[in-house]
């Protein structure tokens, strides 16, 4: 089982770019979750994605922010005409459908603005 | 509106000791919590996951206990070593699925 896949570790785009953001959920969990982590902040939930529903995603920018879980394949935050505020660690997130045994998280995408 | 508090910010102690690090919500209609453990420039490690019927769990050194009817949580740690040096963060999640809401975290520094 090889966990919550994040891709890639690292991504560094220059301002006005589009930063794309994947995610793999752990096999046989139907639930993913988006999570930023700003500069010496707090994770502050984006948005929780099903397979081609998006659930809620009161969390998310009103513009240039957009997520996918489509039926095959990862989920994909993201990110228009990005700005150095966007600067951050993404987080994804997965869990089963039925019941709660908890979350677990991939390692993360870091987006360097510059 | 779920707020989570978690006390202290930051912690220091030296090798050997044990510990507490504080969690309290505003919302003591949880479905779980969860706490888990993050390295610095790395992604988050679950430790324990507490079901809203249950008052406490073990891991190894690690405890963790509930009282929902107060809001709080409290992650206990026996005999600290400087491998346990990270960020605890607790986290409750409100409904089965729902969101997590996290704390900002204390970060535990443990001196050999």
């Known amino acids: 089982n090889a966990g919550v896949m994040q891709n890639p570790r690292h991504l560094v785009r220059r301002r006005g770019q589009e930063a794309r953001l994947r995610c793999s959920p752990m096999?046989?969990?139907?639930?993913v979750y988006w999570y930023r982590q700003l500069p010496e902040e707090g994770l502050k939930f984006m948005v929780y994605?099903?397979?081609?529903?998006?659930?809620?995603e009161s969390g998310m920018p009103k513009e240039r922010f957009s997520a996918e879980f489509p039926k095959e394949g990862p989920s994909i935050l993201r990110i228009q005409q990005v700005v150095r505020g966007d600067s951050a660690a993404y987080f994804c997130?997965?869990?089963?459908?039925?019941?709660?045994?908890?979350?677990?998280f991939g390692s993360g995408t870091r987006l360097t603005v510059v | 509106k779920q707020e989570v508090t978690q006390i202290p910010a930051a912690l220091s102690v030296p090798e050997g000791e044990n510990l507490v690090l504080n969690c309290s919500f505003t919302?003591?209609?949880?479905?779980?919590l969860q706490w888990f453990r993050q390295d610095p420039g790395k992604g988050l490690t679950s430790l324990l996951l507490?079901?809203?019927?249950?008052r406490e769990q073990t891991s190894g050194r690690l405890n963790a206990s509930l009282d929902k009817s107060s809001g709080r949580s409290t992650l206990y740690i026996a005999a600290s070593q400087p491998g346990d040096s990270a960020t605890y963060l607790c986290?409750?999640?409100?409904?089965?699925?729902?969101?997590?809401?996290f704390g900002e975290g204390t970060q535990l520094t443990v001196n050999p």
């Open positions: 997130a997965s869990s089963p459908l039925y019941g709660s045994s908890g979350y677990t």
């Open positions: 994605l099903q397979k081609e529903n998006i659930i809620d």
């Open positions: 096999k046989g969990h139907s639930h």
């Open positions: 919302d003591s209609a949880i479905y779980n």
């Open positions: 986290a409750v999640e409100v409904a089965s699925g729902s969101r997590l809401t």
């Open positions: 507490i079901q809203s019927s249950q």
